[in-house]
């Protein structure tokens, strides 16, 4: 079974991983990439909300509800404990070309840093771990650097890096 690649997109609140993301993810989109995306929220979330058929289903006690509509899918499932992002890919990701995460900065998969020097002037990341800065201050690692704006830059690295070679292997 060949899964898609992941890379996390990583850095400390307030720098702007999720603006970053949304130029990234149209960029990809542009270039006819299948993207999916898994934002990790280590304070818990609740998507559903109180009254709705959905979430009544729940409080009955259903263990997974689904809400199914011609134009979307979600899956709400109780978890006694938190699903791994490798569990997550194989469970659910398996149709897309890449998977880029919001978080898991302690995971082990490769990441982009997002950093700005207004925020910190220190990475989160150690630079084994990256495979990109993107940022408005430059640091002293050996690992491609881009400005805050240059998603297509951003896009081209990770589709000669684990793209073409994943599109090479499945032809």
């Known amino acids: 079974m060949n899964l898609p690649p992941v890379i996390s997109v990583v850095g ?8 970053f993301l949304e130029k990234l ?12 995306t898994v934002k990790h929220d280590i304070h818990g979330f609740d ?4 009254g709705k058929d959905s979430w009544r289903h729940a409080q009955a006690g259903s ?5 199914s509509s011609p134009h979307k899918l979600a899956v709400i499932k109780r978890l006694d404990e938190e699903m ?3 569990h997550i890919v194989e469970s659910y990701l398996q149709d897309v070309d890449l998977v880029v995460t919001e978080g898991y900065k302690s ?8 950093s700005r020097s207004e925020r910190s002037r220190e990475m989160i990341s150690s630079p084994r771990e990256l ?3 993107v940022s408005d201050q430059r640091f002293e690692i050996s690992v491609p650097q881009f400005e805050l704006d240059n998603a297509a830059a951003v896009a ?10 994943s599109r090479r292997s499945n032809s």
Not at 156 to 165: G, H, N, S, T, V
């Open 131 to 133: 495979i990109a800065v």
């Open 63 to 67: 263990d997974t509800v689904v809400i």
């Open 47 to 50: 998507i559903d909300r109180p």
């Open 84 to 86: 791994t992002l490798d």
């Open 156 to 165: 081209d690295l990770i589709e000669e890096r684990f793209l073409r070679a």
């Open 107 to 114: 995971g082990a998969k490769l990441k982009i840093e997002v």
């Open 12 to 19: 400390k609140s307030g720098v702007g991983k999720t603006v």
């Open 25 to 36: 993810i149209a960029e990809l989109k542009g270039r006819g990439i299948n993207v999916a």
